[in-house]
């Protein structure tokens, strides 16, 4: 089955496919270097990242009287006019005043943000405990109860710059590629034997007709894992580049757009599941475009509904549409939501995960055993 899974897998890489997975590459470079650049400003981003560098990590006593003291004493310049705005200050991080002013008033709002998070999360506690008193359904109560055990004695004791580390979660332009790219495969996959006769030759023999479909499927899905993973970790090699990136060990929530999510998973958790989402569903696409493919002779037709499924994927990412949502994970993650299955309290992600995967299971089957059969031979 190996032999036959790197067989498929060749015949894909071709020079041209090469060719478009160095345009996609190049083209998902430049789209983060332009709307996703962090480091514009040359002067902010000389200051920005001293001052930054000095109080990353685990918050203290220190770091914070180092960030307000200094803030202070830059906001009393500017108020009283006692600074020069077009000499450079060689006692300053950025070169000028106004400038450091910026840079620690920024650093100052997210630290701080994160400092009283546990204010800001207790607020939210009182309404769950609130909800509790007035839920007449046991199932209901239970749920509360669950919240308010998971939203309890949260605390954010790292600091790290969140709008990097948001924009490279949010990022989906990539995806789009991968999709792009998968389905180019997968037509060019289903395409090349018929062509070449190649299914007449292998129909001949049942039993290496049905090792031949298995290949095939095998073979496009970990074209997909591989794709998925490729194109994260060029994604975040990138925006390294460009943004702060860091933190990947601290809790979800302690993302502005995480703040009142009911998981507490770790960023580099939700990374994990949010990779894993997107293996399925692209695979999940691909299997749609391998039943098509049985219908469709044609591959032009196979593009042009390729190019449709990614019009409605731009179209709906932002809605919570199954199975599409789960191509922009945040939405469903920003609550988190939690619901009573058999009596047992599960999260809404986890049922995604399984409900995408007996999806999956059921199209190749429908593969495995009924479209081939329907291959005249």
Do not use: W
């Not at 309404?127 to 839920?135: F, G, L």
Request: proline fraction near 1%; include cysteine; charge should be positive.
């Amino acid at each position: 089955m190996f032999r036959t899974i790197r067989f498929e897998i060749k015949k894909i890489f071709t020079k041209s496919t090469l060719v478009l997975l160095l345009i996609l590459l190049f083209a998902n470079a430049i789209n983060i270097a332009v709307n996703y650049n962090q480091t514009s400003d040359v002067i902010y981003e000389r200051g920005y990242s001293s001052i930054y560098n000095h109080v990353k990590g685990t918050i203290t006593n220190d770091k914070i009287s180092f960030i307000t003291k200094n803030l202070e004493k830059m906001t009393n310049l500017v108020n009283e006019n006692k600074y020069n705005s077009k000499e450079v200050d060689d006692n300053t991080y950025t070169g000028y005043v106004y400038g450091d002013m910026s840079v620690f008033q920024d650093i100052y709002n997210e630290m701080y943000a994160a400092v009283l998070y546990n204010k800001s999360i207790s607020e939210k506690l009182n309404i769950i405990e609130e909800n509790i008193s007035n839920a007449k359904q046991k199932s209901s109560k239970a749920v509360y109860e669950e919240l308010k055990d998971r939203m309890s004695n949260r605390v954010i004791s790292k600091y790290y710059n969140t709008r990097g580390m948001e924009a490279y979660l949010d990022y989906n332009f990539s995806t789009i590629l991968i999709i792009l790219l998968v389905i180019t495969c997968v037509i060019q996959l289903y395409t090349i034997d018929r062509k070449n006769e190649m299914v007449l030759l292998i129909g001949t023999t049942k039993k290496y007709y049905k090792q031949y479909t298995k290949g095939k499927l095998l073979s496009v899905f970990f074209i997909i894992f591989f794709s998925v993973i490729f194109f994260r970790l060029i994604d975040y090699m990138i925006f390294k580049q460009f943004n702060y990136v860091e933190g990947f060990l601290n809790p979800l929530y302690s993302l502005p757009y995480f703040n009142f999510t009911y998981s507490n998973v770790t960023i580099i958790g939700y990374l994990l599941i949010d990779t894993i989402y997107k293996i399925l569903i692209i695979y999940f696409f691909a299997l749609i475009i391998i039943i098509l493919s049985k219908f469709i002779k044609k591959s032009f037709i196979l593009v042009g509904i390729s190019v449709l499924l990614i019009f409605c994927l731009l179209n709906l990412e932002y809605y919570f549409y199954f199975p599409i949502a789960l191509l922009q994970s945040k939405i469903i993650f920003q609550t988190g939501k939690l619901i009573t299955f058999l009596n047992v309290i599960v999260n809404i992600p986890i049922i995604q995960i399984i409900f995408i995967i007996i999806m999956v299971s059921i199209f190749s089957l429908i593969i495995l055993k009924f479209f081939e059969r329907r291959v005249k031979l």
